[in-house]
């Protein structure tokens, strides 16, 4: 049985209860960024990932985040970088005095950052980030806890995927959706070309097609125009597709 007072189980326990339809990926990441503070626990927390081929924090709990980070993006070091890169946890116990990545180290403690823990989040072998724990604490993190949040952060990657995924699907279908709209528009202005002299479906369709070139318009657009002017002429009450 869990224990309740233990914040890996109540973290886990929240996700197990994630529907990742309930939101966007952002605000997927940015439920898992506010989770991860309660497992560390942390002061403030993100996720640093790819975004066009940069590494970026685009998820986090407190804006001193990223201003922290944007210091190992610059000088491409730093503790979330290399447990991105090499799939290791990786952790500041002092950033007074951390010679590993002084630039990051310098601007955290700036910050009032004391210790810091960086986690990578991977799935099916692939990494997907990093998560990044900022504490003014000293010492805040020894292996226990360091242990406890690389499995919240197994499990974070779970939901990822699964938000990803679902992500994609819903894209794919809204597209096949749009699809499905534009060629029912399409095939009703071709009905209209006829009805109005055009000798058959294709030769209506290459009027369609000289329009779209001629006019530089998506051929949807022109077949749309065509539908709503008929509509117009017809009155109020005439069926058609819509957009």
């Known amino acids: 049985m869990a224990d309740d007072s233990d914040p890996t189980s109540e973290g886990l326990d929240a996700l197990a209860g ?4 309930e939101g966007t990926l952002g605000e997927t990441l940015g439920r898992l960024s506010e989770l991860a503070c309660d497992v560390g626990p942390a002061d403030m ?3 640093t990932m790819l975004v066009e081929g940069r590494p970026n ?7 001193e985040a990223p201003e922290i980070d944007e210091a190992q993006y610059s000088s491409g070091q730093g503790p979330c970088l290399d447990a991105f890169r090499h799939q290791r946890i990786f952790r ?8 590993r990545w002084p630039d990051f180290a310098r601007v955290a403690a700036a910050h009032g950052v004391v ?20 504490s003014r604490v000293h010492q805040a993190y020894d292996e226990a806890s360091a242990a406890r949040v690389q499995t919240f952060a197994r499990q974070a990657a779970v939901v990822l995927v699964n938000a990803q995924t679902y992500g994609d699907a819903r894209a794919l279908n809204e597209n096949l959706q749009t699809a499905m709209r ?9 009905g209209i070309l006829m009805a109005n002299g055009a ?12 329009a779209s070139q ?18 117009t002429a017809r009155g109020p009450e005439s069926p058609g597709p819509v957009g």
């Open 214 to 231: 001629r006019e530089n318009r998506k051929l949807r657009d022109i077949a749309q125009e065509i539908v709503e002017r008929a509509a």
């Open 57 to 63: 924090t685009g998820v986090f709990t407190d804006a």
């Open 45 to 47: 927390a993100g996720i």
């Open 199 to 210: 000798p058959g479906p294709e030769e209506a369709f290459q009027i369609l097609v000289r």
């Open 18 to 21: 994630f529907f990742v339809d």
């Open 182 to 190: 534009s060629r029912s528009t399409i095939d009703y202005a071709i």
């Open 115 to 134: 210790s810091t823990l960086s986690v990578p989040v991977s799935a099916r072998g692939q990494g997907l980030g990093a998560l990044n724990l900022y």
């Open 92 to 99: 500041i116990g002092d950033t007074a005095t951390e010679d």
